[in-house]
């Protein structure tokens, strides 16, 4: 069974400092993935999508990058936050098969 | 550009009553569509889909109902439960591939 992890589960972190979010999905290989932002009650932001190892394409621009380092690793981050960078934070993966999200990552900047 | 609008942004209804969520899209190259179900502090979770072939598709309480001409869909929750009280996503995508989503309905099912 295909499971996917986020890590870590909740940060609070101040502004200006940097930020590393993690995903990781296992049991499916060459997967497409995604990270998705939500402000509290919000509607789903797509920020980024990666549909094979080192390549990432970006769909906003909020000052924020992502890498896919591994084929099974999706990583979000960067290296200064900011206030409206509070939310919380979705990866996901599809392939060939609708989009299954993992169980967030809620980030609070002070 | 908006491309998928759900209504209403908010809906009660009490135990044991039929909810209806409406959906409406743009884009007539979309063919697939699904429904999330998110509970707080959760991700989003897959309830249930339809294709554009069809104008029909049940899962137990939850039914879609799909108007290709009208560009428009519903999701039918029959019996509500309190337990369904959650945010409803709908979304839109040609294929499986980078879905549109709205900006969803929050249930409230009272007992």
């Known amino acids: 069974a295909q499971t996917i992890h986020q890590w870590p589960v909740a940060e609070i972190k101040a502004v200006g400092s940097p930020l590393s979010l993690g995903c990781t999905i296992k049991?499916?290989?060459?997967?497409?993935l995604y990270w998705y932002w939500q402000a509290t009650g919000g509607t789903l932001q797509q920020l980024f999508y990666?549909?094979?190892?080192?390549?990432v394409e970006s769909v906003v621009q909020l000052n924020l990058s992502a890498s896919r380092p591994k084929d099974d690793q999706f990583i979000l981050s960067t290296e200064k936050l900011l206030l409206s960078h509070s939310g919380f934070y979705l990866c996901?993966?599809?392939?060939?098969?609708?989009?299954?999200f993992g169980s967030g990552t809620r980030l609070l900047v002070i | 550009q908006q491309q998928v609008r759900q209504s209403p942004q908010s809906l009660t209804v009490w135990e044991g009553e039929t909810a209806i969520l409406n959906c409406s899209y743009e884009?007539?190259?979309?063919?697939?569509f699904p429904w999330y179900q998110q509970f707080p502090g959760e991700g989003p979770a897959l309830l249930i889909s339809?294709?554009?072939?069809?104008d029909k598709k049940e899962d137990g309480r939850f039914t879609i109902f799909f108007n290709k001409r009208e560009k428009k869909l519903s999701l039918h929750i029959t019996d509500s439960q309190p337990g369904d009280s959650a945010t409803y996503f709908c979304?839109?995508?040609?294929?499986?591939?980078?879905?549109?989503f709205g900006k969803g309905t929050s249930l409230v099912v009272h007992p």
């Open positions: 996901a993966w599809s392939r060939d098969s609708d989009y299954t």
């Open positions: 884009d007539s190259t979309f063919n697939y």
């Open positions: 339809i294709r554009s072939v069809s």
């Open positions: 990666s549909i094979t190892v080192g390549q």
């Open positions: 979304a839109a995508s040609e294929g499986n591939y980078k879905p549109t």
């Open positions: 049991g499916k290989s060459s997967p497409n």
